[in-house]
């Protein structure tokens, strides 16, 4: 049984900042590279950043470039997401994302919201 576990989510004034985790279980991490989504209601899924296996090679969307960083500790089985300098435009519900399982698996999300 693949399971993704997100934390981190909570309420941050614009301009601050924001630490998500993924616990993964059920699934070799290592073998695995990762992904950060994020969505707003009414709005696709966004892919937000991606990270290989030995979390050498990472990719963002251009929307976050610079702000947020992605990482892993292959040691605890865990997906990072360093969210800096947010804004409002960041407010969405954060998912990780396997593509280990029957069509890859989601964690269950963590809402961050953005707001003064």
């Known amino acids: 049984q693949v399971q993704l576990v997100e934390s981190g989510g909570g309420l941050v004034q614009p301009g601050g900042s924001l630490r998500l985790s993924c616990v993964a279980s059920?699934?070799?991490?290592?073998?695995?590279?990762m992904k950060w989504y994020r969505q707003v209601p009414g709005k696709e899924r966004e892919l937000v950043a991606t990270?290989?296996?030995?979390?050498?090679?990472?990719t963002y969307a251009n929307s976050v470039k610079g702000r947020f960083a992605i990482s892993r500790d292959n040691t605890k089985n865990t997906l990072y997401l360093q969210m800096n300098s947010l804004n409002v435009e960041d407010t969405a519900v954060y998912y990780c994302?396997?593509?280990?399982?029957?069509?890859?698996?989601w964690g269950q999300g963590t809402q961050v919201t953005v707001s003064s």
């Open positions: 994302y396997t593509s280990a399982g029957r069509g890859g698996v």
């Open positions: 059920g699934i070799t991490f290592s073998s695995y590279s």
């Open positions: 990270i290989d296996m030995a979390g050498v090679f990472t």
